[in-house]
């Protein structure tokens, strides 16, 4: 009897000394499992919050003051534009009409179409009013020279902003044109300064100039 009593006493000591261990192990087990969750989230909150900062800029935008005045839709916008070739493209912007009938004055209109991959410098109707107008309407009535002048504004390969940061560059006309600046502020042969630039058509990308170039 008293060795019957003797087991039952162990064993009670035996589990009383277990159940707090098994306790403490099952508390212990229930706070990893309900952590892991919480440590989850702030690492996926943590990738929302960092992705957007992440994303890639670009640059292939047209940029400067006078894009602002470039309709929204339609065969004048840039959307419009990018579907035209330079010419055509020009010709549905307002602000290039005088560059758009010098153009056709000088029979350049298909030769600008159908080239690949070109660079048109444009100047907007306020750069052709700063030349006086005896001198102007002088060189649209003389083709050889209108055509001079309107080549140099040509460069056979489609230039990016980077390119011009520091650039110089041969021209339809055989010419040299040099571009420099940074970001959104771009100028050509030091005097004329880019208001609409990195503007696409199907065969070209456009810079719009404040200033006509004159070959040198």
């Known amino acids: 009897m008293n060795s019957i009593k003797i087991r039952r006493t162990a064993i009670a000591v035996a589990a009383a000394t277990v159940l707090p261990f098994s306790l403490a192990a099952?508390?212990?087990?229930?706070?990893?499992?309900?952590?892991a969750p919480t440590a989850a989230a702030r690492d996926e909150a943590k990738t929302q919050t960092s992705t957007p900062s992440e994303a890639p800029m670009t640059d292939d935008q047209p940029f400067g003051p006078a894009c602002a005045g470039v309709p929204k839709?339609?065969?004048?916008?840039?959307?419009?534009?990018?579907?035209?070739p330079v010419a055509t493209a020009a010709s549905n912007?307002?602000?290039?009409?005088?560059?758009?009938?010098?153009v056709k004055k000088a029979g350049l209109v298909d030769t600008?179409?159908?080239?690949e991959d070109i660079t048109v410098f444009a100047p907007t109707n306020d750069a052709f009013a700063k030349i006086p107008k005896a001198d102007l309407d002088k060189v649209l009535a003389d083709k050889?020279?209108?055509?001079?002048?309107?080549?140099?504004?040509?460069?056979?390969?489609?230039?990016?902003?980077?390119?011009?940061e520091n650039g110089s560059f041969e021209t339809l006309q055989k010419g040299?044109?040099?571009?420099?600046?940074?970001?959104?502020?771009?100028?050509?042969?030091?005097?004329?300064?880019?208001?609409?630039g990195n503007v696409k058509t199907a065969n070209a990308n456009v810079y719009i100039v404040d200033t006509v170039l004159m070959p040198k």
Do not use: W
């Open 26 to 35: 099952c508390s212990d087990s229930g706070g990893d499992t309900k952590a």
């Open 73 to 84: 839709e339609g065969a004048g916008s840039f959307d419009g534009m990018a579907k035209d």
């Open 93 to 102: 912007n307002p602000a290039l009409s005088t560059l758009v009938t010098a």
């Open 112 to 115: 600008l179409n159908n080239a």
């Open 144 to 164: 050889a020279t209108l055509t001079k002048i309107l080549t140099y504004h040509v460069v056979g390969q489609r230039l990016t902003p980077k390119q011009l």
């Open 176 to 196: 040299m044109i040099t571009t420099k600046g940074s970001g959104e502020d771009y100028t050509v042969n030091d005097t004329s300064k880019v208001v609409c």
